[in-house]
């Protein structure tokens, strides 16, 4: 079974900087993707940005050029270090893993979310 466990987060002013981290356990495909998707209070649940096992990376648009996602293997974790918040950031961000089985289907896992507030 698959764990994710989010770790920072919080109350930042607007311009200011926040780092979240996610650790994986469990097991792991040879083929996955980790990341963030984030949803704010009656908004849809949105990309912030993934990273594939061979280092690919995909942003949103709304993020692009000021966050950053890093990925340690060998501690299964993923960053995400975000700067130049805005309030429009806020919402509750989420870790994802997605992994391809034996199947080649997708597996699709998600942490317990943590709250990001940016105020103006």
């Known amino acids: 079974q698959v764990q994710l466990v989010e770790s920072g987060g919080g109350l930042v002013q607007a311009g200011g900087s926040l780092k979240l981290s996610c650790a994986h356990s469990?097991?792991?495909?040879?083929?996955?993707?980790m990341g963030w998707y984030r949803q704010a209070p009656g908004k849809e649940r949105e990309l912030v940005v993934v990273?594939?096992?061979?280092?690919?990376?995909n942003y949103g648009d709304s993020v692009k050029g000021r966050f950053t996602i890093s990925r340690e293997k060998a501690k299964n974790t993923v960053s995400l270090q975000m700067n130049s918040l805005k309030p429009e950031d806020t919402a509750v961000y989420y870790c994802?893993?997605?992994?391809?089985?034996?199947?080649?289907?997708?597996?699709?896992?998600w942490g317990q979310g943590t709250q990001v507030t940016v105020s103006s």
């Open positions: 469990g097991s792991i495909s040879s083929v996955n993707v």
């Open positions: 990273i594939s096992n061979g280092d690919v990376t």
């Open positions: 994802n893993y997605a992994g391809l089985n034996s199947h080649y289907e997708w597996n699709d896992y």
